[in-house]
């Protein structure tokens, strides 16, 4: 799966000098002259959801630029893509912005036939806001002697009706995992869209689900408590909050990597100077110590780029995600 060192690499570089100056001054955020108006962040999640989180966690950071705050605007639905529309719709003055998945850039062109925006056009990359691990969790509908992902292919191949996963939607990380995951598996198992990753840890808890795919933040707590079983986590190492827990590449799946990250985005039409004043404004926040230490806590890393930085991340993602979809033929209507 993705492997962009060397991009990432630069990317690191990037945020790890930024994250230093800035950390320096990062009270100035708050006292600076504040701009008229209020601050709208697009979410593309719902209530509780990891985009919501990050969005909020920023939002508290970013609300003393503006005379009127910040407030989130969760704008649920087609994997992002409701989200990016109401993005589109809005002014390029600099009071609105993006919070989403960076499959809304690197992945959508490439899996759906017709999108509704052109990600060159009316995405304007402002900064990363955070990077995370997946992990794949069974519920009560699949048995305790299930402990390993070949227990549990072995599983799927003798109940090919129970055999279903969930993910936040068509398109997102989650769904592509899994469909990478079972198809080096050689296993059929039905995805299951939802809006968000809540609604889906209810019914992976309440049996109507077999398997999940989500953000670990999102399954750590019902992990510890046994309400669901993490049986693998998608980065190229043990993730550090959940050690225990052995990795695709650790159970015999070494090209099952991948990590999601979620990104700043403006309207296309918003002018170079305003793109970078808020991106400063987000690398600030970034180096705050709360924000660090709550999204830590959910399971995320904070990392905030430059706008370059991340323009050429996306586009070696765009790269690898044009490649392996010609090789799956993963499509979405």
């Not at 002697?145 to 072995?154: E, G, H, I, Q, Y």
């Not at 989500?214 to 959940?242: D, F, I, N, W």
């Not at 070494?254 to 985005?265: G, I, S």
Request: include cysteine.
């Amino acid at each position: 799966m993705y492997h962009p060192n060397r991009s990432r690499r630069a990317f690191l570089r990037h945020s790890t000098t930024l994250t230093a100056l800035l950390a320096l001054g990062g009270h100035r955020l708050a006292t600076a002259q504040p701009i008229a108006g209020s601050l709208r962040i697009l979410c593309s999640g719902p209530a509780g959801s990891i985009p919501d989180i990050i969005a909020r966690r920023y939002a508290e950071q970013l609300a003393g630029r503006f005379a009127g705050g910040a407030v989130v605007d969760n704008r649920v639905g087609a994997a992002g893509q409701i989200a990016v529309g109401a993005l589109k719709q809005a002014s390029p003055d600099g009071t609105t912005i993006l919070l989403a998945q960076g499959a809304i850039a690197t992945v959508y062109p490439y899996l759906y036939a017709k999108l509704a925006y052109d990600p060159a056009v009316d995405l304007k990359p402002v900064s990363m806001a955070v990077e995370t691990t997946l992990g794949l969790a069974v519920g009560p509908g699949v048995p305790d002697s299930v402990v390993t992902l070949r227990d549990l292919v072995d599983w799927t191949r003798r109940n090919p009706a129970l055999a279903n996963y969930g993910s936040p939607g068509i398109g997102t990380l989650p769904h592509l995992l899994g469909a990478v995951f079972f198809r080096e598996a050689q296993v059929e198992s039905q995805h299951v869209a939802y809006q968000g990753g809540p609604p889906a840890i209810v019914d992976l808890m309440g049996g109507r689900l077999s398997m999940l795919i989500l953000p670990e933040g999102l399954l750590r707590q019902h992990h510890a408590t046994g309400k669901l079983r993490v049986l693998a986590t998608s980065g190229a190492t043990r993730s550090a909050y959940m050690p225990e827990v052995a990795t695709f590449v650790e159970q015999g799946f070494p090209d099952v990597v991948m990590r999601e990250w979620f990104a700043f985005f403006m309207p296309g039409g918003t002018s170079a100077q305003v793109v970078e004043t808020t991106s400063q404004s987000i690398r600030q926040s970034a180096a705050h110590r709360p924000l660090i230490a709550t999204l830590g806590e959910a399971g995320m890393v904070a990392g905030a780029s430059t706008p370059t930085a991340l323009a050429d991340r996306i586009a070696v993602e765009q790269r690898y995600w044009q490649k392996v979809m010609r090789t799956t033929g993963i499509r979405a209507e």
